[in-house]
């Protein structure tokens, strides 16, 4: 992109603040309009007729641009299409691209680049949000976190969300438990594919956290064994069925533990809080705090922090 544009881009960004979901929608709507339509623009053409809002802008016009760039990930309900500043934002917006045209910068096609990459800043900026609800249990609550990374992750496809959140999950959890700073590395790197002995080796105890426990790690398992060593697979509720099977089938059965995640960190839950619903919140606030700053020092995609909310 030209130097020049690209600092007018920036300009005009940091003097809307230009950085939430609604506004950024229709940065998206209207530089789609320009580019298929071109400059310069009428801001009257884009105003609906009740002259509310903005013709045209709403969930599916975003998405489908979105969908243009290989992004699945929703970024607003409605799209900007509700938000009262939409209408101003657009005319102002018209305006700064008019402007460009009559200066030779408007590179129409690079400008909506621009305005995609904003949206995957956005996405990255995202925490996951783990509710804290008293009239749930705490294993209730964890699932809902876990189908909320699940959704991401299907939005996303290629990403490893959650076995990213439930590696460090597990770290924080474990680091808590024993009072110690443990090894970590990016989820991305899983130990069956590499030379490490499992995700975690603590004494004689080698931990796999996976969120598909494969036959492939269940060999690794074997070999944890033949070593001498104590393999344990944490893994969803859900698969744990799998492994055991898996397990059985190499006749390991009996001597590998495999347990699900939403029990191994609501047992410590409710250890840490004195089995006192009051300090409940107290525990989710340790484990989550010592989560981030894992995530924060072993890995580059900030929106894998979890954020504790009502």
Known sequence: MNET???????????????????LSVMLYVSRVARREGLPLDPRSLRTAEKGQVRGLGRSAVQA????????RTLAREGGRTSRGSL???????????????EGLADAEAIERWWVEQ?????ASQPFVLRRD?????????????????????????ATYLGSVLQHLVGAKLELALETKLPHHGAAVADASSARQGDFVIHNA????????????????????????????????ERVIVARGNAEMLGIGERVDILAIEQFLTTNLHEWSGFQSVQRDVALDQLIDRYNA?????????????????
């Open 88 to 102: 101003g934002l657009m005319e102002a917006y018209v305006t700064f691209l008019n402007q460009l045209n009559r």
């Open 206 to 237: 080698v931990i796999h956290v996976t969120t598909a426990p494969s036959q492939g790690l269940l060999e690794k398992c074997m070999a944890n064994l033949q070593a001498g060593l104590a393999p344990i697979i944490i893994t969803l509720q």
């Open 134 to 158: 008293r009239s749930k249990s705490l294993q209730a609550m964890l699932e809902d976190l876990f189908e909320q990374v699940r959704q991401r992750q299907e939005q996303d496809p290629g």
């Open 65 to 72: 641009i979105l969908r243009d760039y290989g992004i699945t």
């Open 119 to 123: 949206v995957r800043r956005y996405f």
């Open 5 to 23: 544009l690209l600092q007018r881009l920036q300009a005009f960004q940091r003097e809307h603040k230009i950085t939430q979901k609604g506004a």
């Open 294 to 310: 894992i995530v924060d020092a072993c890995e580059t995609d900030p929106s894998l922090r979890i954020r504790l909310g009502r």
